[in-house]
T-cell receptor, first 111, second 115 residues
Framework: KQEVTQIPAALSVPEGENLVLNCSFT??????LQWFRQDPGKGLTSLLL?????REQTSGRLNASLDKSSGRSTLYIAASQPGDSATYLC??????????FGSGTKLNVKP | SQTIHQWPATLVQPVGSPLSLECTVE??????LYWYRQAAGRGLQLLFY??????ISSEVPQNLSASRPQDRQFILSSKKLLLSDSGFYLC??????????????FGPGTRLTVL
């Protein structure tokens, strides 16, 4: 069964810093990997989806990479802002688009 | 554009009472549909998924059941709630049932508290 781990569990940084969130998964036979953002008490907002054949995806200040063979993905956030404060979740996708989630990294960006 | 709705937004129920949570999707046809539960401070656990009307697969044994009476409607139910059923329930959809993996989109969720 797929196990997804996210490190660190929480992160606090001053505004403007570049930061990296880590995600690892045990079963490398994934179809894709998706990164989400969750604000307190809210649903999930999709940030980036990387297909298994891709190495990275970019959207604005966000860049996600995927190393399928080593079971790792990273989410890079450039020039962090207080509005980036949220919990970031990664999910490994398998057949039938079933996704298995990590427990998330709670990010706090201080003004 | 596609929209996903969930209701109710919050629910407080006594132990032993029944449960029915509803999820509907607009703007797409034949979606894959999913129910997840998020316990406090935890990641999401996949409970059920459906690739078509009447087709339900369960990921974990539990006190809950799911049904898909219409193409874009997904219902989560229980006959008798347990304290351990408390949590944040999220419905999601993705395109092309059975096809290549696609992005998942989530509803706003239902906060369930069982007392």
């Amino acid at each position: 069964k797929q196990e997804v781990t996210q490190i660190p569990a929480a992160l606090s940084v001053p505004e403007g810093e570049n930061l990296v969130l880590n995600c690892s998964f045990t079963d490398s036979a994934i179809y894709n990997l998706q990164w989400f953002r969750q604000d307190p008490g809210k649903g999930l907002t999709s940030l980036l989806l990387i297909q298994s054949s891709q190495r990275e995806q970019t959207s604005g200040r966000l860049n996600a990479s995927l190393d399928k063979s080593s079971g790792r993905s990273t989410l890079y956030i450039a020039a962090s802002q207080p509005g980036d404060s949220a919990t970031y979740l990664c999910a490994a996708g398998h057949n039938f688009n079933k996704f298995y989630f990590g427990s998330g990294t709670k990010l706090n960006v201080k003004p | 554009s596609q929209t996903i709705h969930q209701w109710p937004a919050t629910l407080v129920q006594p132990v032993g009472s029944p449960l029915s949570l509803e999820c509907t999707v607009e703007g797409t046809s034949n979606p894959n549909l999913y129910w997840y539960r998020q316990a406090a401070g935890r990641g999401l656990q996949l409970l059920f998924y459906s690739v078509g009307i009447g087709q339900i697969s369960s990921e974990v044994p539990q006190n809950l059941s799911a049904s898909r009476p219409q193409d874009r409607q997904f219902i989560l139910s229980s006959k008798k709630l347990l304290l351990s059923d408390s949590g944040f329930y999220l419905c999601a959809w993705s395109g092309l049932a059975g096809g290549p993996s696609r992005e998942q989109f989530f509803g706003p969720g239902t906060r369930l508290t069982v007392l």
